[in-house]
């Protein structure tokens, strides 16, 4: 009996320990920031589960209502669809879908779109990507 009741205090210790660590790793976390980076997260999600629900589908048109442009949502259609395009790719792609585009307006959409938080550059010379988490 006598050897069990160091081998519990050993025990005690270790789980006080395990428990403090946790703690620590938890409290740095679970700062303001953090919280709030999280709650966008699912808000955007649960944004994007509802349309499903209501569409039946999941659209570039739906996610991002506020863009009325036509250049703009096409541009959004083919960054959703394609992934990120450069800017004379976006131009070329653009022409065949609408018989005609021009590298200028393609360019100003796209500043527009960035300016808007929907579109990010992932390298500072013309690649865009189209960001997986819309602002509400």
């Known amino acids: 009996m006598t050897t069990l009741i160091p081998s519990l ?4 210790q270790s789980i006080v320990a395990r428990l403090d660590s946790i703690e620590s790793i938890l409290q740095k976390y679970m700062n ?3 919280i709030r980076y999280v709650r966008k997260i699912l808000a955007s999600y649960f944004r994007l589960i509802n349309i499903y629900l209501e569409e039946g589908r999941i659209s570039p048109a739906f996610v991002f209502s506020e863009v ?4 703009s949502r096409d541009i959004i259609e ?3 669809v394609d992934g990120p395009l450069n800017t004379s790719q976006i ?3 653009l022409k065949n879908r609408r018989g005609t ?3 200028r307006i393609v360019r100003e959409r796209l500043q527009n779109l960035v300016e ?3 579109v990010d ?3 500072k010379k013309n690649c865009i990507a189209l960001k997986l988490f819309p602002t509400i």
């Open 9 to 12: 205090k050993d025990d005690e």
């Open 32 to 34: 303001d920031d953090y």
């Open 68 to 71: 009325k442009d036509s250049i």
């Open 78 to 80: 083919l960054l959703f």
């Open 91 to 93: 131009t070329d792609r």
């Open 101 to 103: 585009s021009s590298r």
């Open 116 to 118: 808007k938080g929907i």
């Open 121 to 123: 550059c992932l390298e």
